[in-house]
Nanobody
Framework: QVQVVESGGGLVQAGGSLRLSCAAS????????VAWYRQPPGKQRELVAT???????NYADSVKGRFAISRDNAKNTVFLQMNSLKPEDTGVYYC???????????????WGQGTQVTVSS
């Protein structure tokens, strides 16, 4: 069984920064692609940033130049550094990790419970 837990959300003023963490634990052989999504109030979930197992990153246009996704493979953790935050960045941020399990080498998709980010103007 694998657990994915996000942390690091909170309330911050516009222009501020937050660093989110996504930690995976349990029966893990390796973690492949990981993505951060967010769901603004009253809107659909949207993709924010992705990182491959090899470290290639991709970002939504709305966060390019402000957000940075990175990973620490030794700790099975992925980070999302968010700078120059804007009120429109407010939402629940979710981590989606594709985990290869050691027992069968299959890859499964796991979601965390989300962490709230609120940016005040």
């Amino acid at each position: 069984q694998v657990q994915v837990v996000e942390s690091g959300g909170g309330l911050v003023q516009a222009g501020g920064s937050l660093r989110l963490s996504c930690a995976a634990s349990g029966s893990i052989s390796s973690i492949n692609n990981v993505a951060w999504y967010r769901q603004p109030p009253g809107k659909q979930r949207e993709l924010v940033a992705t990182i491959t197992g090899g470290g290639t990153t991709n970002y939504a246009d709305s966060v390019k130049g402000r957000f940075a996704i990175s990973r620490d493979n030794a700790k099975n953790t992925v980070f999302l550094q968010m700078n120059s935050l804007k009120p429109e960045d407010t939402g629940v941020y979710y981590c989606n990790a594709h985990v290869q399990e050691p027992r069968n080498s299959l890859v499964f998709s796991y979601w965390g419970q989300g962490t709230q980010v609120t940016v005040s103007s």
